[in-house]
Every structure is written in C-alpha cells, then in structure tokens.
C-alpha cells in the first residue's frame, strides 16, 4: 500500500479520475473478496466494500463514525464499532488505515483520563461515544457503563500490531493505551473471597444493551483479561529488550514495579461466570435468574423490542439486543471449548433479537465455527443486504458502517475460518452449500495473502511480499511467493440442521415439566 | 374535629382571626406533642408540627407536595412522601386531611392505569412523582423504577381505614386502589421454580436510591406482599360481608373469580432474601455481593455522594441513601423477630449515610426499638433541625416537609413506641433518659387518646370519644373517658451503648481476616 502522490488541484479532470482509479485499482487489489457462482451476493459483497473505502480511507483526522460520512445517524459520532467490527478488515486488508484510526483514538488519551477521574476510576476511560474525545452519550446506563470500550481498543490495537509487527507504533504511543486502560480495569474491579480470591467487575453493561449494569458481564470480563494480560506483556518485553523505552515508559506513565505482576494477578483471578448444571456461561453473573421472553411469540410489529417496550420491562427479562457472549466466543474463542462454544450458542441464538445491526454477523460467524452452516448463511445475508434492502427501515439515517466491516469479518472468519488468536494466522474454513468458492486476500506481516475456500480444499497464494507460515486445521503451512499452496480439506466442519430453540433452565419449569414464564409482555 | 364554619369574606379581620384562632386550637388540641423538662426540642417539635398543619389542610385538592407551599424544592411534585410519612401523623391526628390526600390519590387512578399501560403491566402504577397523576420523573432508576409506590399508598390506605374505621370510603373507593395495585403486583413479578416455586420482583428500585433496579428488593417484596394480601383480604370480606358492593366491584373492575386467590399465592410465595450465614436480610438478592463503603473514611467534603460520585460508582457499593430495609422493619415489624430487627439495624446502620432527610426519622424509630436509645435520639434531633438548623443546606428550597412528618412518626411510634399491625393499636415506649415525659396525641376509632410516658408508667386517657381497648407490652388495656390508666412499666426496652460499627462480611476478608475493600473511591 504505498501512498499515492495527489495530484495538484488544477491537474485537469483526466488526472483526478486517474488517481481515483489507481487508488480504487489499489484498493480492490489488497481487499476484493470473490464469491464464485453467486453473483447477486458477490455485487453486495463489493457495494459493502466500497462504503468501506470511503468511511475508513481518511480516518487519520476523525476517526470512523457510525455513518461514516453517508447520512446524519449518531450524529458522527464514533463508537466501539470502528475497533471491533472494521478494524479487523482495516488490519487485514489497509494497515496503514487501520493505524490511522488508532492513532485518532491515541489521540484522545488524554481525554479518556479526565473520563476515568470524572468517574473515580485511575488510569484512563475512553468515551462510549464521541467525535473529539470527550463522552457524549447522554444515557449511561447504554452508554458509560459501557466500559468494554477500553478492551475493545486494546484488542484492536493488538490485534494491528500482531497482524503489521509494527512494533515502533506500539512502543511509542500504543503502549500508553495499553497501562492506562490496564490501570482503569484494575481499579474498577475487586477482591473478594468465595473459597478463593476471585477479581470481579461489577456494575458494567456488555455489548447486549437489553441488560444493563450487571456484574460480571461475561464478554467484559473475558476481554479486560485480555487488555490486562497484554498490558503486562508488553511492558514485560518492553523492560527486557528495550529499556530505553521501558525507562521513558516509567517516567511518562508514573509506572509502579509491581503493576504489570498486579494486572496479571488481576487476570488470571478474573471471574468467569459459568452454570455448571447446563454448562453455558450466563451473559452476567444472575443473567439466568431472569424471565424468559418468547420471541417466536413477540408479533412483528412489537419489534425491535427497543421502540416497543419501555426499558425497564426488557431488562427484566433474558432477551438480546445483540450478541454479547457469542462476541466473546469469537474474538476470545481459544478460552473456550468447542463444547462451550456450542452450548452457549444454542443457549443464546433463540433469545437474540438482532434487533442491532451488530449481531448478525457475530452470530454468524459462530453459527458457521459450530455447525449451523443455513442459519450461518442466512444471517450473513440478512446483514449483508441491511442498508441495500434497508431491512432495518434506516437506510436514510445512513450506512451501517459496522455492520459493512462485519460482513467482511463474515466472509473471512466466519465462512472463510481465519482466525489470529495469539499472534497466529489460522484457518479452519465453512463454505456454505451452495457457493463455489471464496476468495479473500489477508496482510500479513507484510505477505499479501490470497486465501481461496473450495469445497474440498484450501488454497493459499503470496500476491506480495516475502512469504509466511500459517495454520490450517492444526496443520502448519508455508506459503511462499509465486506458488499456490494447496491444502486439501475433508468437508466444512460440523454440521447441524435447523436452528436452536429456546431452552427453558430448571428455574424456569415446574417439577412436571410446564415452563413456567415463556411470556411476552403486554403492550 | 367538626368541620368550621368560615366567616364570610367580608366579614372583617377580627372574624378572619377568630376563625384562625379557633381553627389553629382545634388543631393543637388533637395534635400537640408535648416533652417534659426539654424546651429547645418543645420548641422545634411545635415549629414542625406546624408545618404540617399549613401543608396539609387543604390536601383535597392537591395533595401534600414535598416541600408544601413553602418553597420550589422538587417543583411542586408528590411523591411517596406523603403516604408513608405525612399520612401516618394524619391518619391519627387529623383523619379527615388524610381521606382528602388518599381521595386525592383515588382521583389519580385512571392516569395510573395509563401509565401501567405504558409499562406494559396490569392495573395500575402510580407515577413517583406528579402533580396531576402524569409521571414526572425525569429518571426512571430512582423514579418509575420505584414500583413500591404502589404498596405505600395502599399501606397509607389500610393504616387510614383501620384507625377510623371508615368502611364507606373503603367499599366504595380504596378497594379500586387495592385492586388495581395487587394487579400490577401479581403482574410485575413472576414465578420462579428454586425447589419450591417462588414469587420474584425484579428490577425495581427500592426507598434507598444508592442502588437501583434490582431484583427482590426486600422493602419492595415485603410492601407487595402486605398489598397483595390487603387486596384479598378486603375483595374477600367485601363478597361475604357486602354482596352487592362487591356485585358493583365485580362489574366496574372486571374482577375474575380467581384474582383475590392468585394474589394470596404470590404473597404466600414472595421471595424474601434471607443470609442464613450472617442472619441478615440484604436489601435485595445480590446486594451482599457489593463492595463495602467505608463511610467512617470518606471526607465530609464528599457529601453528600450523589453530588460527588457518579452514580455508576455509587451503585457498585454497599452504602446507603436512606433507610430501605429498615424502614420495612418498622411498617411491617411483625413479619421480623427482635433478632432480625437487631441484626437488620446493626448491619445497615453504619452503611447509611443519611442524604436523604427521609432516612433518620426511621433510623430513630428503630434503634429506639432495638436499644440504641443514644442514637435514637441523636438520629432524631438531627431530623427535627433538618429546617431550623438548615443541616441539608437547602432550607432555602423549603421545608423538608416528610421529615417534619416523621419527626412525628418518630416521637409516636419510635419514643412513644406505638404501633398499629393487624389493625391494633399497641404501644412499647422508649423514653429517651434526658426527657422527663412525652405526651402525644392518637385518635383511634373516633376516640381521641393523650398518651404519656413516663420514666416509670404509660398514661392514657380518652380526651374524646367513647374509649377504646389498647396493648401495652403484650397486655390488653382498657381506657374508659375521664379516666387516666395508668400501666407501671420497667424500663425502656434494651439498653445498648454507642452505636453499630462496620461489618466486614467474609466474602469481604481473606483467609487471614483482613478486610479485602473497604475503600472510599477516589475522586
């Protein structure tokens, strides 16, 4: 991705439209993803592409907001969206875009410090919604206890700097977010016996708006171990292969010597809410302890719940507005067992509204990893086609950026089965049925790959740069430039018909069987 | 208390004053409070008691706002206030001004339906705060979220029509209330299988707004039980008793057949959050999970809280606004044993911080109850100088017109020791050692008591009316007109010293029994 020299102002028309073609040309070349023998998906494909390139190619100065630049929804504010639902797309396919959009958050550091001592917390808070840095949100409970935002920020952080082993990034500025959101999630959390010490983190609402300041929110605790843990890390690699930088880390941070060994304790005690007896994890620690809403009973016209139902009827019940342990099985899917992953699913896939344009392609991508390979598709489909068939009746507010980055993700790790848990390229791939192929090309450390998914078989291709190694169900691959490496594929994992339904906990039946609360609320 | 004939508007100043005169000695005649050897807090008594008189008379027409006439605290609007801490001194003093403030409530009813509509509950949910029936509260955690609106009026309601006996108003327009209230009751909570199938009320706001939307909040559940069976009891007797009433009550409210007996289950079941370990009730189901606030710690320049923490900080700990738990102890004391109530206060009392002026009048009552004799009356004069000593800071707003009401519940029912449940009226004085007697007022199905305790000996005498039968520490007493009876009492009740220190619950101590947080956040 080499910058492109633009030319003057007064160069003549023919010379713009030329460099917005070397541009598009340039773009499509590292980002295109190829569906064989679909062509009306492949069409959507590219339209959700290129809304993309326009909302992501200048985030340097701000960021990338819900919208992008393509409608007046949110305001133009920027959320967690941009960290975990473009990024990754950024990250694999425009790097130095995805360093923009980070460095736009560095930025802000500063602000998200005075955010975490307006909220007696240390270290720093980022803002849940903003376009300068400072909080905007005007409902905390949605909104400020929103505090995986710091995680989701690390996350991405890291996840740039494993995909782009641009270590000078992370040493001068990326580090900072690491210690301070490290420090905001050391001091929000707490002690406390039970048997064990156990770090609980209490008050916080996950990704799933329809529950709100809840303890022990599973995907919150899971990534703040995450942002703990490579807190630690670095400052650990920092201290031993760089002391220079680990001595002006000290003394620009007020680094204490035992902080690093403090998050990792803090980590490894992280409280993981799980139900022994149905071996799911409960989305917060009394999540089970609600009512069950029967949405295969909620009349279409009562959704989405949101518009419909005041709050305090939806946050008494176990109902989603979007994936929020299933987010975790995906973005922190090596803590879990294909068991757990596979329970929880099904736990959670009848109670999940969609009724935010985030869910769909979380859910698909763990529909795909589990099995569901229709529901996986069809949840692909739905989200790829949000703003173009305006399935959410709010195509005129503007594009979802977000869920445009998640169909990408889709395409990639759900059907395509890339992951990079631990800083390691692998792929374990879910073809739907009725596609030919699919193609998509990956950055990595600088190798252009072309990863195409066949029905019987992987093939990996260097377009540039020098070559990697990557995983492929277990296996270790060595692609080199120049050649198509091909790894044959014995079917597209699991499969299960259908789709779960709703599962009715102990609490939630008589001794004889009845459910006791399967309801949907008056209205 | 005849009603007054007024003096016509022209009928000059000195019948204007005569009126007022005569009006104003009817007033203290059936309402004075009288404390031997103490003129200071004679003064202060009187100077609250009259505050009542000019907020409550003309009740009829617009209730009893927070702040009465006297000020623009709270913009006119009424809230629970009146019903659990004005009424009571109504209801026993001047029953007429409290029919006018329940009929004042009784008129509200249709926007209460409407706005359990709204919350897509049955029956009826008062609004927390209004002027005209509309909810007015900009916050529904520590607004609509108080759902125990709905008991509290029904309690006022029972407390008014068993100290006067008034059935008409009863039959022909408190049990819509008590019906329509046990309705949302029965709707709001649900079923539960736990062994046993429980009743649940979730997220719900209980009277101490440093938590919000929990689940089984005890004040909540206990007040919903007392709704629940009220309703039953009062549609039962009605049937048996009144057939054409209840014919009438039937058809206007198309009451089923069953109602009254499902409301009686649910409050059978009520689920009432018990710590076996430690013997005390939490305020809600999860609420001993909290982190504790060490309050003996915190600066008096951060009170109080809610001016200086955010709310999310505030909600994560275990630390009070005002009396929750406690309060239950009192309007509902029969339903705990003395351990309870002992263990109940000793455990809340130092977690209370007292920023709102609602809580010390019941903090006085029961730790006169219990033995704190100190603090009860510490508790108590803090309460009655809220105003004159301006100690909230905001006398300027106006009178803190509930406080000047509990001052009276906490002279009557906390020194004076008298209680009402099941519809008797008892008294277990507890006079405070430096007062050499208090003399109150109680009227009591028509007849009006001068109740007198002394270091020694309770005296009663019917100053009106045709004489009544009374508990005093478990005996029945019979006071007859131009008769004092007088009962020898031995001492006070339990002594105990000081006042209740912080209790560290083991999930709050290691292994080696150090406090694992007790921290005051940063701010």
């Known amino acids: 991705m080499p910058p492109h020299p633009r030319p003057r102002a007064d160069a003549g028309t023919a010379a713009q439209l030329a460099e917005q073609r070397a541009w598009l040309d340039d773009f499509w070349a590292r980002s295109d993803v190829e569906i064989g023998g679909q062509p009306e998906i492949q069409q959507a494909v590219r339209w959700n592409l290129f809304q993309l390139a326009q909302a992501t190619a200048r985030a340097e100065g701000s960021g990338v907001p819900a919208k992008g630049l393509t409608g007046s929804g949110y305001s133009g504010h920027y959320f967690w969206d941009t960290e975990i639902y473009v990024l990754p797309f950024l990250t694999y396919t425009s790097p130095r875009y995805a360093r923009n959009a980070l460095r736009f958050r560095y930025q802000m550091l ?16 980022f803002p849940w919604r903003t376009i300068n840095g400072e909080e905007a949100s005007a409902y905390y409970a949605a909104g ?3 505090y995986h935002i710091d995680a989701d920020i690390s996350y991405a952080l890291v996840q740039y700097v494993r995909a782009t082993d641009d270590r000078d990034f992370l040493r001068r500025e990326a580090v900072d977010i690491l210690v301070e959101t490290a420090r905001m999630w050391e001091d929000l959390g ?18 799933d708006e329809y529950t709100t300041v809840v303890n022990d929110n599973l995907f919150t605790n899971v990534m703040a171990r995450f942002n703990l843990r490579a807190a630690a890390y670095v400052v650990e690699r920092l201290r031993d292969e760089h002391p220079e930088d680990h001595a002006a880390l000290v003394e620009r941070l007020q680094l204490g010597v035992s902080e690093a060994t403090e998050w990792r304790r803090a980590a490894d005690h992280m409280s993981i809410p799980f139900a022994e007896g149905i071996g799911i994890h409960p989305q917060d620690s009394h999540f089970l302890e609600r009512e069950l809403w029967d949405l295969a009973h909620t009349p279409a016209d009562k959704r989405p719940l949101l518009l419909h139902y005041h709050p305090l009827v939806i946050y008494r019940y176990q109902v989603l507005k979007q994936a929020d342990v299933v987010l975790a099985l995906f973005l922190q899917g090596h803590h ?31 529909a795909a990893e589990v099995g569901y390979h229709e529901l996986a598709l069809e949840y692909f489909v739905s989200s790829l086609y949000v703003d173009l068939a305006n399935l959410h009746a709010n195509a005129s507010d503007g594009v979802h950026v977000a869920s445009a980055g998640g169909t990408w993700s ?12 631990n800083g390691e390229l692998t792929f374990d791939p879910r073809l739907p049925q009725s596609w030919e192929s699919l193609t998509y090309r990956v950055t990595w450390h600088g190798t252009r790959l072309r990863v195409t998914v066949l029905p019987d078989a992987l093939e990996i291709e260097a377009e540039t ?31 299960r018909p259908g789709r779960p339904s709703l599962r009715a906990l102990s609490g ?10 399967a309801t949907v609320p008056h209205s």
């Open 410 to 421: 889709a395409l990639a790790s759900g059907f395509g089965g890339m992951r990079d848990y």
């Open 336 to 366: 879990f067992t294909a068991e757990e992953k596979l329970a929880d699913f099904e736990y959670y896939d009848p109670l999940t509204t969609g009724d935010s344009t985030l869910s769909g392609v979380v859910q698909s991508i763990v």
């Open 508 to 517: 939630n039946r008589r001794d004889d069987g009845t459910l006791i609360t």
């Open 144 to 146: 400020t206890a929103q």
């Open 190 to 207: 707490f002690w406390r016996a039970n048997g064990d010490d156990n770090f609980h983190i209490h008050g916080v609402t996950g990704p």
């Open 110 to 125: 500063d602000a998200a410090r005075r955010r975490a001592r307006e909220l007696s917390q240390k270290g720093a808070l």
């Open 465 to 495: 740069g020098e070559g990697t190694h990557v995983g492929v169900r277990g296996e270790q691959v060595k692609v080199v430039p120049g050649e198509v490496t091909r790894v044959p594929l014995d079917g597209q994992g699991p499969v």
